[in-house]
T-cell receptor, first 114, second 117 residues
Framework: GNSVTQMEGPVTLSEEAFLTINCTYT??????LFWYVQYPGEGLQLLLK?????DKGSNKGFEATYRKETTSFHLEKGSVQVSDSAVYFCALRYSGGGADGLTFGKGTHLIIQP | DTEVTQTPKHLVMGMTNKKSLKCEQH?????MYWYKQKAKKPPELMFVYSYEKLSINESVPSRFSPECPNSSLLNLHLHALQPEDSALYLC????????????????FGEGSRLTVL
């Protein structure tokens, strides 16, 4: 079946540090890949997405590239801010027939200290 | 309008109560979802509706009863819940897979935080 593995936190960084959150996946076919962010007490917001191999998703300074050869979709940001503190979920959506919905990783709690 | 609206935001109920969670979207999405999220965990899929018909039930106990009265509305009826059902319930919507307009992502509401006493 489909699965997503991401590094679990908490990950604690200082403001302006470089961020990498690793995400790898197992899926048949060609899934779409996503990063969602959840701020305390809120729902999930789409941060970025990629729908095919070598696509790069980007938003708010965050980037991730769909790497089919390594089945990875690592999230990066060059300089994090305190406001980036949240839980980040890597997810995939299988494009074939049958099962629908998102398969989520376990989430990475990111804490940015001033 | 790219919003999914959920009501109520907070709900406290006893184990003998009957209550409902409501979800609404006006993006023309024909796939709608209920997820359950416990603290510090990822969301878990409960139900999927496709064109107003239940297409996936992830072995959810019958004390949770979904309903999709039309293409914009999704309800989750709650009855005889247990304290372990306390969680954040998230509604989401998306275009159907395979449609040209489908960019893949699910749009989530802010959630209904349920406490069962």
């Amino acid at each position: 079946g489909n699965s997503v593995t991401q590094m679990e936190g908490p990950v604690t960084l200082s403001e302006e540090a470089f961020l990498t959150i690793n995400c790898t996946y197992t899926a048949t076919g060609y899934p779409s890949l996503f990063w969602y962010v959840q701020y305390p007490g809120e729902g999930l917001q789409l941060l970025l997405k990629a729908t095919k191999a070598d696509d790069k998703g980007s938003n708010k300074g965050f980037e991730a590239t769909y790497r089919k050869e390594t089945t990875s979709f690592h999230l990066e940001k060059g300089s994090v801010q305190v406001s980036d503190s949240a839980v980040y979920f890597c997810a995939l959506r299988y494009s074939g027939g049958g099962a629908d919905g998102l398969t989520f990783g376990k989430g990475t709690h990111l804490i940015i200290q001033p | 309008d790219t919003e999914v609206t959920q009501t109520p935001k907070h709900l406290v109920m006893g184990m003998t109560n009957k209550k409902s969670l409501k979800c609404e979207q006006h993006m023309g999405h024909r796939a709608m979802y209920w997820y359950k999220q416990k603290a510090k965990k990822p969301p878990e899929l409960m139900f999927v509706y496709s064109y107003e018909k239940l297409s996936i039930n992830e072995s959810v106990p019958s004390r949770f009863s979904p309903e999709c009265p039309n293409s914009s509305l999704l309800n989750l009826h709650l009855h005889a819940l247990q304290p372990e059902d306390s969680a954040l319930y998230l509604c989401a919507s998306s275009h159907q897979k395979g449609l040209a307009v489908n960019t893949g992502e699910l749009f989530f509401g802010e959630g209904s935080r349920l406490t069962v006493l």
